[in-house]
């Protein structure tokens, strides 16, 4: 139960490190792992919210109480405790690592906490109402066989509308579209993720929309993205996670539930094996629900949940989720604060992460204008086999 220890005992060791040993501090670990574990598990399905249900989703309006999405972490993994140690290690000898470590410590334990917001991402909760021009594209294209029997959850996000991004979250990055407005809503999107443009991210939307190469893998992606949207925004949604972010399966696999990847990663969302174990899928020959959409979906959404709560900052979640939480939490301590962007330019993650996260940002750009770019349904007659 290290995870827990650490989050337990942290505002003790803070306390008391200089006067007592490490051996006495582990007798507070041992008396109080357990209470936090108890504490963080049934704290999960307490809340209860009403969701109104429109005409257009139901037969009539009604109030339907559902369960809110749970905090704190899902899980205890390796992963997660390394993360945890390398930032206690990196707290105790810098004032604002340890104001870091404190709001992690609270997101652990469950606790509500304002976002980092370093990497100026904005999130807002949006309405389930007014998606009919979403739900008319989505149905354009049949959902495949093992989508048929597919439930939406219950489950809703509690995801908090987040204030603008501050300055420092452009400080080495200058803006080329500053004051242009948050990321925009569409029929392929649904407008819950709001940045602003830098050259890290125009970089990859020239791409996706200039070149040859990107503008062929974005009208394969959106074909293919059709069967799968409206399930993986249900799981998104009610994992708590913005639903915007389900173009992360952009860049991992073209939207092809069947790809996989040198490394053995494999399905919509590119688990490598032990991820995928972790989590509570199987990994076998002859048995690998990674293949299966909604399965994998549901795990992504999880996961991506659980690296938010780690590091309070979407973009740190993207590029745990693509580095590792221990490289990406390594990164931040060397930096000194929590900021993706910085990172970025003191090119303190490999070449590969720190081209993914603003790919994923630029997927969710175009995507949000397909129609400016030139990526009408019409134009997406592309095989979704390609």
Sequence with gaps: MKLFSIVASRSKALLFRKSFSKRVISSFIATLAMSVMTLLFTSYNTKRIAHRVTAGEAQA?????VEAAPRGLSRQRKDFDKALTILADGANSNPKLNEYFERVTKRVRGEAMLPENGSGIRVARVSLSGRTSSDAQISRLSAPAELKDY???????????LPEAPPSARVAMPDVDA?????ASSGLTVGDMGFDLNPAIQHWVNYYTATTGGRRTMTIGLSRSQQYIEMARDEFRRAGVPED???LAMVESVWNP??????????LWQFIPKTAVEYGLTVERGNDERTDPVKQTR???EYLRDLYTLF??????MAAYNSGEPRVMEAVVKNGRANFWELYEKQLLPKETRDYVPKI??????????????????????????
Excluded: N, R
Aim: net charge negative; glycine share 8%.
């Design 61 to 65: 309006a009604a109030f339907e109480s």
């Design 151 to 161: 439930q939406p959850s219950a489950m809703v996000a509690d995801v908090e509308p």
């Design 179 to 183: 004051d242009g407005p948050a990321i």
């Design 245 to 247: 972010l389900i173009w």
């Design 258 to 267: 069947t790809a996989v990847s040198p490394a053995a990663a494999g399905g």
């Design 299 to 301: 795990v992504a959404a």
């Design 312 to 317: 309070g900052d979407w973009a740190l979640a």
């Design 361 to 386: 940002l630029a997927a969710i750009k175009v995507v949000s204008e397909a129609d400016t770019y030139g990526f009408s349904m019409d134009s997406l007659a592309v095989s979704s086999g390609q």
